[in-house]
């Protein structure tokens, strides 16, 4: 603010290609000009603005000017929370889904769609800095849900499992304890999960378009297409995100947090390094013997804790590249035949 004695508070709330939209009050969406550094879209190299240091939905920013015609953004505020996935592609990038939130709705519905390891994924991604997940079964009351089976499956979680039919006002009020007044919550779940119709009961109009899912495996067409923040009637503030096809960690997750069940027992482990494979004395794995845990979700801790690990070492990589060539007196770019990470 000392540097821009004129800009006024403002909130993100929509992302698109083409730049941001920003709301200075509930229902008061409008497009920003966004700092020149941040249209810089594309291939992210060596120097440029990393992509989770631009704004993102939630995010507080300064503004100056005025709509239609000068509102421009003038800066990025500090995050309080930022739900981050790893970006596709070949090079590490980082890709902030939500900034601000209290709360992730993970979102799945209780029909051919339900995948309690996409569930432990999801959570494992949402999880930290703050921000408490939840998970919300929809399509509860198609006659094939089955809430307690879907339950079961989901042992070991600590966190709230709700079931409830997204379309329906009685029952999507279960979500109420989590949408008080300036609280803001992010849906995040595959596609035809049923975020955009759930958003729509909460809203109580259809805001947001829905779309049918395919028969065979419950999956949507992607009908969301950009992600929005939307004020609530209970003066909640929700996100409502398009299906995510990939879920990659960015190595900065806590994976003992969301799997704390799994880490109290290999603290029992014969061997503090115990793989849980082979190794005898194995906690954990007497613990799927005994039948008190699932080995799926083993499995998939072992799967997901590999993945934070590579994604951890590639993120290290890329501190260290940036480090040195912030270095003075050092070229930004080393030549091409000196050894891969020497320094
Ligand atoms: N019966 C029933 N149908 C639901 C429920 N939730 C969602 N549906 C239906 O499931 C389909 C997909 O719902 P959407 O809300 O479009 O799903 P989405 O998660 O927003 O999907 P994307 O926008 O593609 O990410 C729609 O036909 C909804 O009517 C529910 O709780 N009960
Ligand atoms: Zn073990």
Redesign the pocket.
């Known amino acids: 603010m000392a540097s821009h004695p004129q800009a006024r508070p403002a909130r993100i709330v929509e992302q698109h290609r083409s730049g941001y939209r920003v709301a200075e009050a509930p229902e008061q969406a409008q497009p920003a000009e966004s700092l020149p550094e941040w249209q810089r879209a594309g291939s992210y190299r060596k120097g440029e603005l990393a992509p989770e240091q631009r704004p993102a939905v939630g995010d507080w920013v300064l503004v100056e000017g005025h709509a239609p015609k000068s509102l421009r953004i003038v800066a990025l505020l500090p995050r309080r929370s930022a739900i981050k996935r790893g970006a596709a592609g070949e090079h590490y990038r980082q890709q902030v889904i939500a900034a601000n939130i209290d709360t992730a709705f993970v979102v799945c519905g209780l029909d051919a769609d339900f995948n309690p390891r996409r569930i432990e994924r999801y959570l494992l991604l949402v999880a930290g800095h703050g921000v408490q997940p939840v998970v919300v079964l929809t399509k509860a009351d198609k006659d094939a849900a089955d809430p307690e089976t879907a339950r079961a499956q989901l042992g070991g979680l600590e966190v709230p499992v709700l079931a409830l039919n997204a379309k329906d006002p009685a029952s999507a009020a279960l979500l109420q304890p989590w949408l008080q007044p300036g609280h803001s919550v992010v849906l995040v779940g595959s596609s035809g999960a049923g975020k955009s119709t759930l958003t729509n009961t909460l809203l109580g109009i259809e805001k947001m378009k829905t779309g049918a899912v395919r028969a065979h495996d419950a999956r949507g067409r992607h009908t969301t297409t950009h992600r929005a923040l939307i004020a609530l009637p209970s003066g909640a503030c929700l996100i409502d995100t398009p299906g995510m096809r990939e879920l990659k960690p960015t190595g900065e997750e806590a994976v003992a947090e969301s799997f704390s069940d799994i880490e109290a027992?290999?603290a029992?482990?014969?061997?503090r390094d115990?793989?849980?494979?082979r190794?005898p004395?194995?906690?954990?794995?007497a613990a799927v013997e005994r039948g008190e845990l699932d080995g799926r979700r083993v499995a998939n801790f072992l799967k997901l804790s590999a993945e934070v690990a590579g994604a951890a070492d590639r993120l290290a990589q890329r501190l260290a590249q940036k480090a040195e060539a912030r270095t003075p007196g050092k070229p930004a770019r080393r030549p091409p035949e000196r050894p891969h990470g020497r320094r």
Do not use: N, S
């Open positions: 027992l290999a029992q482990c014969r061997f115990c793989r849980h494979a190794e004395g194995c906690a954990v794995r």
